[in-house]
C-alpha cells in the first residue's frame, strides 16, 4: 500500500513560478511510475508529467513542455513538479498518483493519489 501527501500549492502571478512535491510513505517499487495531474472547475482531470521510479524517464502533456520539469528523490520518496512560467490555464488542483507499472496518461490507471493542492495563476 503507498500513501501520497501532496504540498507547494498556491497563488502565483502569471509568469511565475512554484514547486510541488509528493511525498509518498510506504513502499515505492522499482517497477512503479509517478505522474501528476489536475483538474479545473468543470473540466475532466487531466495528466501533466509522470516519472518512473527506476530510471527517471520523463513524459509530458504538450501544454506544459519546457515549462514544467518533473523530478524524484528516491532516498526521500519524493516527486517534485517544478512549475515555470505559469499561465492562468494552469489554475487547477494539482493531483499526484502511483500506479505499478509503465507510465500511461490515464487517470484511470493510477492507483493511488495524493489529496490534491490547488494552483492559482492569476492574470
Known amino acids: 500500500q503507498v500513501q501520497l501527501v501532496n504540498s507547494g500549492g498556491g497563488l502565483v502571478q502569471t509568469g511565475g513560478s512554484l514547486r510541488l512535491s509528493c511525498a509518498a510513505s510506504?513502499?515505492?517499487?522499482?517497477?512503479?511510475?509517478v505522474g501528476w495531474f489536475r483538474q479545473a472547475p468543470g473540466k475532466e482531470r487531466e495528466f501533466v508529467a509522470a516519472?518512473?521510479?527506476?530510471?527517471?524517464?520523463?513524459t509530458y502533456a504538450d501544454s506544459v513542455k519546457g515549462r514544467f520539469t518533473i523530478s524524484r528523490d528516491n532516498a526521500k520518496n519524493t516527486v517534485h513538479l517544478q512549475m515555470n512560467s505559469l499561465k492562468p490555464e494552469d489554475t487547477a488542483v494539482y493531483y499526484c498518483?502511483?500506479?505499478?507499472?509503465?507510465?500511461?496518461?490515464?487517470?484511470?490507471?493510477?492507483?493511488?493519489w495524493g489529496q490534491g493542492t490547488q494552483v492559482t495563476v492569476a492574470s
Open positions: 516519472i518512473t521510479w527506476s530510471d527517471g524517464s520523463t
Open positions: 498518483a502511483a500506479r505499478n507499472g509503465r507510465i500511461l496518461g490515464g487517470p484511470y490507471e493510477y492507483d493511488y
Open positions: 510506504g513502499h515505492i517499487y522499482s517497477n512503479y511510475a
